[in-house]
């Protein structure tokens, strides 16, 4: 065992028994490396990352190969997901430097920190034009010995050049019309009309596009912008990322179809697709967005939870294919012999027509990723039922993919909204329950007295790295469904909380820009900083929704200024590059919108005029819109004060921008004053 047995990450337990001598990421081990002379090997991934775990099993296990690294280096592992501070900084500086990035990624470091050599997956022996991980280790250990004053040339260039790469913040102003008129355009000429969503392969879900452009049409009528949504989300949820047995997405197609995945299964993913198909189902009624959506939450619930009441981040993408081996996508593919194998001869030939399986294949080895490339309109519902069933029952003798049990505090708070919501919906307080138990462990064991978030937990134990700013950002978000969802005050107060951290300790108080890690957090060589969306929110924009939520349902002109100076970037970045910010765009949709406030009062909160009114509301597809429901005269939300009972009857409040409409006590009313 090396120093990472006792660490929280699986991730890093991954490699607790490798021969190399791992150290996790700390002041130790740069003080190691200065006491010996030798440079640091930073190694950074994912616990459901493929290529790390083939890089691991190629070279962190070889013997020959550790030897090779305890003699010359100090070798740090890093969990990205645990450290997305760390991994911020020296990505953009492989990225700087490569022109590309991915993980594992692979970083030779200074004692001082300071990279000088980058690169991804090595492998074992000399490949496609890439080295091997052999010759790299002895090249940067030759280039250490022989010219070590040019290396750290090199290493302070490298530092000094990031340090110049300042972000223009454009003007502190929201975007208005016509940036977010010409960020729909620029999304309709990446658009893939064929196949729905954006560019070509690898497909990327574009969960935050997919908000905006939802956001847009209830603004402002745009049927191209609806179409695009509609389409995206019909094309995913028939292919192969989507699980068609189990529910729940994959990360990502690796074809321009949405064919074949790359199987991981992350928490992040379905908790923003989860929230996109159940808000697409609010918009347009969509049968399919319903299912896809609680299938989706259920996947999370029955597959994701911890014993602790928290969300795990990630399935594997390899599991054991029967025969030892660890191989992507093993537990959800089939052949059509498998097929015949569960469901008998007549039902198999029935299965392979409804999802695609054919005896060529459509992954590897004859195999066939599942999908519904037929719209079922004539498809005996019965039967393909039945047929699913059998199907993942028998999958669930096969042997699963590993699950990362870490809690991460942002995806746990972007689940927590999702599920909320979509148990709001669809009447399904199960989901809803599922949210506040999340909410529970987060306020239990995340937050401590002064409320600062850790960033991740696991089997119950806090882990050490403080939370960033997507930390805040996304659980206040989380409380805030939350609380609009339970009528509890409580988790608007819990919001608050987290949200005065990002006015004192992730915002520049003269520009209004926001950084990724706390003013007082550990000091890297940069202080990481980064507007636009990746595989979730950035920290920035959903700081920015988060503040403009919570100041609608309070008031707080702080609040609100803090957000709308945010939002300057998005009047920057919007109509250039509107794929990576789609986040910032939805929250400038809320802005132009108001964003409407409503407040429900009735005699009781399981009062039958109460609870229509309450779902009415939150039903209403007005950009971020915020619902307060309480008591007339409670004191639960602010948005309830001095709002009566009309005639003795519940009533809703709707007002925005100073202005109120007159009260309702008429669901269909309210429906239409919040249809965007």
Not at 98 to 124: K, N
Not at 284 to 306: H, K, N, P, Q
Not at 316 to 324: K, Q, R, V, Y
Not at 596 to 620: K, M, N, Q
Request: aromatic share 8%; with cysteine.
């Amino acid at each position: 065992m090396n120093r990472l047995a006792g660490v929280t990450s699986p991730y890093l337990l991954q490699h607790a028994d490798n021969p190399v001598d791992w150290w996790p990421w700390g002041p130790e081990a740069f003080e190691e490396a200065k006491r010996r002379g030798v440079p640091v090997l930073l190694s950074v991934g994912y616990s459901a990352c493929h290529w790390c775990h083939v890089m691991a099993h190629e070279s962190f296990e070889d013997q020959e190969t550790a030897e090779y690294l305890n003699a010359h280096y100090v070798s740090v592992k890093v969990d990205r997901e645990e450290r997305p501070d760390v991994d911020a900084v020296y990505m953009e500086a492989v990225q700087a430097a490569t022109g590309q990035g991915g993980w594992p990624m692979t970083v030779f470091l200074t004692p001082d920190a300071e990279p000088f050599y980058f690169g991804t997956y090595f492998p074992p022996a000399p490949r496609q034009g890439m080295p091997s991980f052999r010759q790299v280790l002895q090249g940067v250990h030759q280039a250490w010995d022989e010219r070590r004053d040019e290396v750290n040339e090199v290493a302070g260039k490298i530092v000094r050049d990031l340090a110049g790469r300042e972000i223009s913040y454009g003007d502190a102003q929201t975007p208005g019309e016509e940036e977010l008129a010409q960020a729909l355009l620029g999304l309709t000429r990446e658009y893939d009309p064929q196949r729905g969503g954006f560019g070509g392969a690898p497909k990327f879900p574009p969960s935050m596009v997919l908000e905006f452009l939802l956001r847009h049409h209830a603004r402002t009528g745009a049927e191209g912008a609806l179409q695009m949504a509609q389409d995206t989300c019909e094309r995913m949820a028939r292919g192969g990322m989507y699980d068609q047995l189990g529910g729940g997405f994959a990360r990502y197609s690796v074809d321009r179809d949405w064919v074949v995945p790359h199987f991981e299964k992350m928490l992040y993913d379905n908790a923003l697709l989860c929230r996109v198909y159940a808000h697409l189902w609010r918009s347009t009624g969509s049968e399919l967005a319903r299912r896809v959506a609680l299938e989706t939450a259920d996947f999370m619930v029955r597959e994701l939870r911890t014993n602790e009441g928290g969300f795990a981040s990630a399935l594997d993408a390899d599991s054991d294919d029967g025969t030892g081996r660890h191989v992507e996508g093993a537990y959800y593919v089939w052949t059509p012999e498998q097929l015949r194998e569960v469901l008998g001869e007549q039902d198999a030939e029935l299965a392979a027509q409804h999802f695609g399986v054919t005896e060529e294949g459509t992954f590897e080895e004859g195999a066939s990723v599942l999908q519904l490339p037929v719209r079922d309109a004539f498809v005996d519902a019965a039967k393909v039922a039945s047929v699913r069933e059998r199907l993942l029952a028998a999958r669930s003798g096969r042997p699963a993919p590993g699950r990362d049990d870490k809690v991460v505090a942002a995806w746990n708070g972007l689940a927590i909204a999702a599920l909320a919501e979509t148990g709001a919906y669809f009447d399904r307080p199960d989901l809803v329950e599922a949210a506040v138990a999340a909410a529970d462990l987060l306020v239990r064991l995340h937050l401590d007295e002064q409320a600062r978030l850790t960033r991740t937990s696991k089997d119950g134990h806090a882990g050490a790295n403080a939370g960033v700013l997507e930390d805040y950002a996304d659980v206040a978000e989380g409380f805030l469904a939350l609380a609009s969802v339970t009528g509890e005050g409580v988790w608007l107060e819990f919001a608050g909380f987290l949200l005065d951290h990002v006015l004192v300790r992730f915002t520049d108080a003269e520009s209004g820009a926001l950084y990724d890690t706390a003013a007082d957090a550990e000091r890297l060589i940069r202080r990481p900083q980064d507007p636009t969306d990746n595989a979730a929110p950035s920290g920035w924009t959903a700081a920015a929704n988060a503040l403009l939520s919570y100041a609608a349902h309070t008031g707080s002109e702080p609040h609100r200024t803090a957000a709308e100076r945010a939002l300057g970037v998005v009047k920057a970045l919007g109509p250039r590059v509107p794929r990576f910010i789609g986040w910032g765009l939805a929250a400038a949709e809320a802005v132009l919108d108001g964003p409407r406030e409503v407040a429900i009062v009735g005699p009781a909160l399981d009062d039958e005029g109460t609870r229509a009114l309450h779902r009415t509301a939150l039903l209403g597809t007005a950009p971020g819109a915020v619902v307060a429901v309480g008591i007339a005269g409670g004191e639960e939300f602010p948005l309830l004060a001095d709002r009566p009972l009309v005639g003795g009857e519940p009533a809703a409040y709707v007002c925005r921008n100073f202005t109120c409409d007159a009260p309702t006590t008429e669901p269909d009313r309210l429906s239409t004053v919040l249809s965007g």
